[in-house]
């Protein structure tokens, strides 16, 4: 099970850090994503890392304005949201798949229910 929180309405330039817990599932060697899906577009891969090495990687459209970590001993993951725009609003979706670590929506097997970010 995979819970995202830290959603919520902000003005543009603000910042976000959303949390995702992760529970039921191995953690450790895991690929855990973020992705978002603004209304009437396709998810979008945001932010991906490999839990064993902690190696991380990112899209273009958010590379240098997010960031995404982790904390290990609590299973969780997070990404930090910097200098938000209007185009950044979105439901934001916590993702994982054992395995290979892609920012493809599809490889993914575990999602979490989203939360909303809205940049005014």
């Known amino acids: 099970q995979l819970v995202e929180s830290g959603g919520g309405s902000v003005q543009a330039g603000d910042s976000l850090r959303l949390s995702c817990a992760a529970s039921?599932?191995?953690?450790?060697?895991?690929?855990m994503a973020w992705f978002r899906q603004a209304t009437g577009k396709e998810r979008e891969g945001l932010a991906r890392i490999y839990t064993a090495f902690n190696k991380t990687a990112y899209a273009d459209s958010v590379k240098g304005r997010f960031t995404i970590s982790q904390n290990n001993a609590k299973n969780t993951v997070y990404l930090q949201m910097n200098s938000l725009k209007p185009e950044d609003t979105a439901v934001y979706y916590c993702a994982a798949k054992y395995g290979g670590c892609t920012l493809h929506a599809t490889d993914f097997n575990y999602w979490g229910r989203g939360t909303q970010v809205t940049v005014s």
């Open positions: 039921g599932l191995t953690y450790d060697g895991n690929c």
